[in-house]
C-alpha cells in the first residue's frame, strides 16, 4: 500500500479531531437542550499516560476500552501508532490499565502507522472495532472494509473477520466504491443491531457527509436497513453525525454532531434522540446541556443507562470524562 495514501486514509478516519467540515456551511435545527446528565468528571486511567479517546464501557460495566490519539502524528509533528487498549474498572470514574487489546492490533507494513479505534462489545462477547490497514489495498480481500468484528477472551480477540462495507442507500447487487467508508459503529448488546456511520470521502482531506444508519444480524451476516433515511432523518443533518451509542432498550440514542459555522468554525457537541418504541422513527434530538469544552465526542452510554462516557480536549490532550443520569 501506498504510504502517502494510507497517512490521508488514517487522517480522513480520524474522527474529526482538531476540523472537520464539509465543503460548504451546515443548516441544523434550532438546539435544544437535554438536562438529563449533570457532573462531568474526569476519568482517571491509572498506569497509563497520553491521550485517550473514543471509550466503550462494556455492559457489564467493568471494563473501559478506548484508544490513544487516532491521528497519524503527535501535535510534534512525530509518528504516532493507534491502537485499542483497556482498563478493568476500579470505580465510576477510576479505571486499572492493564494494557493494548491483544489480537487487535497490527503492524503489518514497515514505516505506516495503522489505525485500530472504536470498540465495543455485546452480551456474548463478540467486540466490534474499526481497522483501516486493507481498506486501499485492491490486492486484499479486505479491500474498502473498515469494520471487523472478533471473539473477545480476557482481553485478546480471535476469530478476527471483516464486515460488508454498509450503506443503506445502495442496491444489495451493487458493490461499494472508493470512498465510501464505515466508521464509529457500536453493537448493540443484543448483538443483532449494529449503529453504525456511512462516511463519503472525494479525495479532500475532510469528509464530504457523516450519517449515521443502522444494520441488523442476518443469517450471520450484517445488512444495512435500507430505510436508514427515514428513520434517521431527524439526526443526520448537513453536518457530520458520528460516533453513536445505544442505549439497552434501544429508545435513547447519543451521537456526536460537528457543525460549520459561516465562519468556518466548528463546533462539536454530544446528542440525544428518542423514541417511544422500535418501530418509530428517531426523534426529540436534544443536545446534552452538561457537556462543554473543546472537541466533546465518542459518547459510550452504560448498560444500565445510568453514565455516559465521551472524551474531550484539555490542554491540547484528549481525556475521558463521564457523566451521570440526574
Keep these: 500500500m501506498n504510504k502517502t495514501k494510507y497517512i490521508l486514509l488514517t487522517f480522513l478516519i480520524s474522527l474529526f479531531i482538531a476540523s472537520c467540515s464539509d465543503s460548504s456551511s451546515d443548516i441544523t435545527p434550532a438546539i435544544q437542550k437535554d438536562a438529563t446528565f449533570s457532573n462531568p468528571s474526569k476519568v482517571t486511567i491509572a498506569g497509563y499516560s497520553g491521550d485517550a479517546m473514543e471509550p466503550h464501557i462494556s455492559r457489564d460495566g467493568n471494563t473501559l476500552f478506548f484508544n490513544n490519539l487516532n491521528s497519524s502524528t503527535l501535535p510534534d509533528g512525530t509518528e504516532n501508532d493507534t491502537n485499542l487498549h483497556y482498563a478493568t474498572r476500579i470505580d465510576d470514574v477510576t479505571f486499572q490499565y492493564i494494557g493494548e487489546v491483544v489480537g487487535a492490533n497490527t503492524n503489518n507494513i ?92 472525494s479525495g479532500n482531506p475532510f469528509p464530504d457527509a457523516a450519517n ?69 422513527t428517531w426523534g426529540n434530538v436534544k443536545r446534552l446541556d452538561a457537556i462543554n469544552g473543546e472537541a466533546t465526542e465518542g459518547p459510550s452510554i452504560s448498560f444500565d443507562g445510568r453514565l455516559l462516557y465521551y472524551h474531550q480536549k484539555v490542554s491540547g490532550v484528549f481525556e475521558i470524562y463521564v457523566v451521570e443520569r440526574i
Design 110 to 201: 514497515s514505516g505506516t502507522n495503522e489505525l485500530e479505534a472504536v470498540a465495543s462489545t455485546d452480551k456474548n462477547n463478540k467486540f466490534y472495532f474499526v481497522n483501516t490497514i486493507d481498506y486501499l489495498d485492491s490486492s486484499s480481500p479486505n479491500y474498502l472494509l473498515s469494520l471487523f468484528e472478533a471473539d473477545y477472551v480476557s482481553g485478546s480477540l480471535v476469530n478476527i473477520k471483516s464486515i460488508s462495507n454498509l450503506k443503506s442507500d445502495r442496491p444489495s447487487a451493487q458493490a461499494p466504491v472508493l470512498g465510501e467508508l464505515n466508521f464509529d459503529a457500536e453493537i448493540h448488546y443484543d448483538g443483532i443491531n449494529l449503529y453504525y456511520v456511512e462516511g463519503l470521502f
Design 212 to 280: 449515521i444508519a443502522v444494520a441488523s444480524k442476518q443469517n450471520g451476516v450484517f445488512i444495512a436497513n435500507p430505510n436508514s433515511g427515514t428513520q434517521f432523518a431527524l439526526i443526520n443533518t448537513t453536518g457530520l453525525e458520528y460516533a453513536p451509542s445505544i442505549s439497552t432498550d434501544q429508545l435513547e440514542l447519543y451521537f456526536t454532531r460537528a457543525v460549520k459555522s459561516a465562519a468556518g468554525v466548528f463546533d462539536f457537541g454530544i446528542y440525544v434522540a428518542t423514541r417511544n418504541s422500535m418501530s418509530e
